[in-house]
């Protein structure tokens, strides 16, 4: 498999808009239309609740998890597994499926993370889990998750005495997208406008 192929692939699997499928197929909503508009994960347990968020999340994490997870056993270069997970967030963001509108990219992030390098995905998702608890704020977790990412990425990587310039780059790098793809998220917290999330009941002001 060239790496032509290989990424390509990655890109087309990241790109498949799994929550937005669910909601359009089984339920006969459009999630663009409603809740926050977004297509992803979120917003469909926001609009349709557990029984269709829980799915949506769990394939959207695979998003990012099987490109890296193929690509990790069709080489034995590090840089490719960041290749094919960059590749795949890069489809998620801008899905040619969805008129290169995609979603904000942070559950595919979360899945392609934990293939690459799983203990500071595994601290992120603490700091998101920790967050969302205290708060029930899905974009102000996934900001402080994401800024908490490099971090942890840098100790582990003194820790185990292994330094990665290339992870740390992408870490960075997928840190400050996140942030920028939250920039809506971000004034609507300053302004108090920002909606919460209960599990039970959809989305509470």
């Excluded at 394939?59 to 997970?85: C, E, F, I, K």
């Excluded at 942890?152 to 996140?178: E, M, T």
């Excluded at 920028?180 to 209960?198: F, T």
Aim: hydrophobic share 55%; charged share 10%; proline share 4%.
């Amino acid at each position: 498999m060239t790496l032509a192929v290989l990424f390509a692939a990655s890109f087309l699997y990241g790109a498949i808009p799994f929550s937005f499928l669910i909601g359009k197929w089984f339920y006969g909503k459009d999630i663009r239309t409603l809740g926050s508009r977004n297509p992803g994960s979120t917003n469909l347990f926001r609009v349709l609740g557990p029984k269709a968020g829980i799915p949506g999340f769990v394939l959207d994490m695979t998003r990012g998890l099987l490109p890296v997870l193929a690509a990790r056993a069709v080489s034995a270069n590090s840089y490719v597994w960041l290749g094919a997970g960059i590749s795949a967030l890069l489809g998620n963001i801008f899905t040619p499926f969805l008129g290169f509108k995609g979603g904000k990219g942070v559950t595919a992030t979360l899945g392609a993370f934990m293939a690459l390098t799983p203990v500071p995905a595994l601290v992120a998702f603490l700091v998101w889990a920790l967050c969302f608890v205290l708060t029930r704020y899905v974009s102000l977790s996934s900001i402080l998750a994401a800024f908490a990412f490099p971090f942890a990425v840098w100790a582990w990587g003194r820790c185990v005495h292994s330094s990665s310039l290339g992870l740390l780059g992408v870490s960075i790098a997928v840190c400050l997208v996140i942030i920028v793809r939250h920039q809506a998220n971000i004034r609507r917290l300053l302004s108090g406008q920002e909606k919460k999330l209960e599990l039970r009941r959809g989305v509470r002001s």
